[in-house]
């Protein structure tokens, strides 16, 4: 049983989250150790993944927090038990299996864990379980559940956050395409921790503290047919004066912005704008006079969204307020942004800076449907967007929706079990571990070693032999000036969780934004990022290798 | 408000499906129309999507039952609000908007939808909703994120089943891959809905009443070092008499094995199986008499998994037990199923069928990196395999990760809404619209139609004129025997939802198969498919092209 004083988190905020969580097959093996009599053999359990997602070098890690609140809350109640009673599965199992489920809990495990918002690379544990053989198996689905999406969304934002540049302003749309309600919830937690700004999501506003963000959509424009959509004209302005009319004010503007039309760079009809956008537009800056963020591209950017825009913008302007900016939604974004800078630029260079003073400067954000890979395109092309909104490819993770996490038996009562393979990726490295990461005396993170436990850590200063894993020629002695633990206790038993541990979101993603930061830029890089090196110490090298060819498979067939 | 006597459904089993669960601009918008005097407008929303995923030509409609359920629950709560105004976003809206939200429910709101279950095609909507602007804008975000990759996965699931044939047992392995909780418990629901027969997830078992299925993992044949790790030998036989030792009968099982080596033809050192995972089946077997299923693969599936695994089957039937199956996880399963029949069968010959009845009819799973490709692939080089698991790639829809619904504006107080765009793809069909579908004298699915509301409904055995929407001189005549409508009234405001609708999980599952068997098998095909006609009747072809033309776009720049 837990300790009174045990750490322990709430609940997870989805009350899908139970013990039932989980794969059949994990109760299945449950009883079958239970009936043999093995289910509190001393177990440990590695979940690490393979290969970086995205054809990059590098991986977040993400949903410890959530997984800590799993093992926190792990137990079978009364209901689960009924239910499991009641399926075929479950009627081959003894009552007293039963009994012994309904007294298990996470009291006998010790979770490790890297820390969340830390990169991490393929073979290094991010979490190291150990406890009973039973209980242990039986946390397995649920915490690759919790750990593999988390991973690779918030892999997937630091990439976007990397090519975008530190100055973008990145907004996660994602929600309506998400793979249900938790991954669109989800997808805004991890895509924050990952180094976005906000995100449309108001529940995951509120639920992580998240900024939110958003303006209006096209149904907005479309739903306006002319002045007549427009019933309550009246503006208060930012001095407290009274503008009774203020869709005449806007049709000033755009009379204002007609006398100049000879002057402009480009051939536009002002009076031929849509009326129904602008008439929109009206509307939205009377109820957000201080936030005014027109979508431009329902009709035409240049020719009818921008003119307009500008109008109200100018209007806007007279009251005191200030216009925050325009949406692409629609186009080509590069050659879009930057007609629309310089048209904004003609306009405050011809009315001068009394009338249209830091026009130019309002923001452009962009947001159709925008990737890793657009980001890479627009950064060559040059533009003028300074905010993001990017849905389906974030949030889905479309370029690679799945992370490989696995979760492996690495050591029984002490015994060191490996999992042979044909395919030498998925031979797995053996025994319980420690693991480290060793920085050079620029600060920059060389190679994460792994060694095994009851090895000296690797000091400062002193050289040390890292090897490939699995290939015996590649080797090489590293001096470390800074040498980092990887592994946390971060559950001990029946204490809970480490009161030390920072589970909070703004430090995950503070953490990430750091660790990210320490990596050479060749492994950041887009286009082939070369390989941050893993490694592991000779003794553990020795003994990896001893024990596969003890355990060499009998002849091959074929 | 709803009616007292209205029809509601229980909240989602997901608490985060709120009011919030929106994207910001929505209720942005919601306070512009509010300010503006215009959220009581009446307006007509469609919920469609513009291509089938999956580069096939049908997509099953689902999610239907959870958009009631959001829709029955809608409202704003205190805390929301709260919430609301808590943040930049709200602190430019009046007060009394938060008055107005807190007085917002679905009663004034009519919702027609496609049946559940049933197969759907692009530009004819899902969902119809009809209401006061600002509310109808309010539910978007929710209903695309419910419906979206419900629909996806169901059709997922429906194209792996379709593949796969209809004696292939199908069974949906994804959770640990999901994208978040949610993901996996709502893939669990949908691929059932699609066709699947099981789920491993057992918490999804619960929720939705489908089968669970599982057995056991690597780890736990890797768990066992020998026959130490048996510890429970005894075994009760299906006629009540008492097997003191198990394992010996398992070991005798073995030599009668190598006694016939020499008639076997494989080349096959019975004594060289692996001792650890003759264990490991011996032990699951002593807790899983009746149902003994065995991963083989861990070491070599034809050198130990299948050979071990005869022993225990072999001793299991001795005590009246029969064996269920073996399950393969790795290498080429087209071969490795080929040659485990084969190798049964060899044995099922040599010992008779007193001692090895029905051994050759053990029902063989598949389970490693299945997807529709493989299953295909399968098919045309013949298997073996009685039983697919399979994981990622439907869960993640990893071909495909996003259907790509919409939620577009059509009319606002009996207004049409046209939403125009260079891509003809993305022009909407404006109006409030009727659907149906028409049928051939041998009762197959010939077309979708749309009308426009207030003309007459097609007649079985009348000609009629169907367009495509678009393009002029894509037209024909239909002669239907069957006319179907499209659309039911689901929500009927404050009366809530329709008591005649079948919104079970089962009814939408037996209306799927149903619905793809009335399809002609070239639209499902998996190479090159036909695509099924959408068209419009000839009144509403005029009415989308006279209002195209009327709000025909000012001249384009580029």
């Known amino acids: 049983m837990l300790d009174a004083g045990a750490r322990r988190l709430g609940r997870c905020h989805n009350a899908l989250v139970t013990a039932l969580l989980t794969d059949t097959y994990q109760l299945t093996m449950a009883y079958a150790y239970w009936r043999n009599g093995t289910h509190d053999r001393r177990a440990v359990f590695e979940l690490f993944f393979r290969a970086n997602p995205f054809q990059g070098e590098f991986t977040v890690f993400a949903g410890l927090e959530e997984a800590l609140r799993f093992v926190s809350n792990f137990e079978f109640t009364e209901r689960d038990v009924e239910y499991l009673k009641s399926t075929p599965v479950g009627e081959n199992m003894e009552d007293e299996f039963f009994e012994f489920l309904l007294g298990l809990d996470a009291s006998e495990v010790r979770v490790y864990a890297q820390k969340e918002g830390s990169v991490v690379f393929p073979r290094v544990p991010l979490l190291r379980l150990e406890g009973p053989l039973a209980t242990v198996q039986l946390l397995e689905t649920t915490l690759l559940c919790l750990v593999n999406y988390a991973s690779l969304l918030a892999t997937n934002a630091a990439r976007h956050r990397l090519v975008a540049g530190q100055n973008a302003m990145l907004l996660e749309f994602g929600l309506r395409r998400a793979q249900g309600v938790d991954g669109g919830v989800s997808a805004s937690r991890y895509a924050y921790l990952g180094g976005f700004d906000a995100t449309s999501n108001v529940e995951a506003g509120r639920q992580f503290g998240i900024p939110i963000k958003g303006t209006h959509a096209h149904s907005y424009v479309q739903s306006h047919a002319g002045w007549g959509c427009v019933k309550n004209p009246k503006l208060v302005a930012a001095d407290g004066s009274v503008c009774e009319d203020f869709p005449a004010l806007v049709l000033e503007k755009m009379k204002s912005l007609e006398a100049i039309r000879d002057d402009m760079e480009v051939d536009l009809r002002w009076s031929e704008t849509n009326t129904s956008e602008l008439a929109a537009f009206t509307s939205y800056a009377l109820a957000f006079p201080n936030a005014f963020l027109a979508l431009?591209?329902?009709?035409?950017?240049?020719?009818?969204?921008?003119?307009?825009?500008?109008?109200?913008?100018?209007?806007?302007?007279?009251?005191?307020?200030?216009?925050?900016?325009?949406?692409?939604?629609?186009?080509?974004?590069?050659?879009?942004?930057?007609?629309?800078?310089?048209?904004?630029?003609?306009?405050?260079?011809?009315?001068?800076?009394?009338?249209?003073?830091?026009?130019?400067?309002?923001?452009?954000?962009?947001?159709?449907?925008?990737?890793?890979?657009?980001?890479?395109?627009?950064?060559?092309?040059?533009?003028?967007?300074?905010?993001?909104?990017?849905?389906?490819?974030?949030?889905?993770?479309?370029?690679?929706?799945?992370?490989?996490?696995?979760?492996?038996?690495?050591?029984?009562?002490?015994?060191?079990?490996?999992?042979?393979?044909?395919?030498?990726?998925?031979?797995?490295?053996?025994?319980?571990?420690?693991?480290?990461?060793?920085?050079?005396?620029?600060?920059?993170?060389?190679?994460?070693?792994?060694?095994?436990?009851?090895?000296?850590?690797?000091?400062?200063?002193?050289?040390?032999?890292?090897?490939?894993?699995?290939?015996?020629?590649?080797?090489?002695?590293?001096?470390?000036?800074?040498?980092?633990?990887?592994?946390?206790?971060?559950?001990?038993?029946?204490?809970?969780?480490?009161?030390?541990?920072?589970?909070?979101?703004?430090?995950?993603?503070?953490?990430?934004?750091?660790?990210?930061?320490q990596l050479r830029a060749d492994h950041l890089r887009y286009t082939n990022p070369t390989p941050y090196k893993v490694s592991v110490s000779a003794s553990l090298y020795d003994f990896i290798h001893d024990l596969w060819l003890a355990e060499a498979p009998v002849g091959e067939l074929r």
Not at 331 to 353: C, M, P, Q, V
Not at 492 to 498: C, S, T, Y
Request: hydrophobic share 40%.
């Open 296 to 517: 431009v591209d329902t009709y035409n950017v240049l020719q009818s969204g921008l003119p307009n825009f500008c109008a109200v913008a100018l209007a806007l302007r007279e009251l005191g307020y200030a216009a925050v900016g325009i949406r692409l939604d629609s186009g080509d974004l590069s050659y879009l942004s930057k007609r629309s800078r310089a048209f904004l630029r003609n306009i405050e260079r011809l009315l001068g800076t009394k009338i249209a003073d830091n026009l130019s400067a309002v923001s452009i954000t962009a947001s159709n449907d925008i990737h890793e890979e657009v980001l890479y395109s627009l950064r060559q092309h040059g533009h003028e967007i300074d905010a993001f909104g990017i849905g389906t490819h974030l949030v889905t993770c479309l370029k690679q929706p799945a992370l490989g996490c696995v979760y492996k038996l690495v050591e029984v009562d002490g015994t060191p079990r490996i999992k042979l393979s044909e395919d030498i990726g998925k031979v797995t490295i053996p025994g319980c571990k420690n693991g480290y990461r060793l920085f050079s005396q620029t600060g920059e993170a060389i190679v994460d070693v792994m060694t095994r436990v009851g090895e000296p850590v690797p000091k400062v200063g002193e050289r040390m032999l890292c090897r490939h894993p699995f290939m015996e020629s590649k080797r090489a002695y590293v001096v470390p000036s800074k040498v980092a633990p990887l592994f946390d206790l971060v559950w001990d038993g029946a204490r809970g969780v480490d009161p030390q541990v920072d589970l909070s979101l703004e430090t995950s993603r503070a953490r990430c934004k750091e660790s990210i930061r």
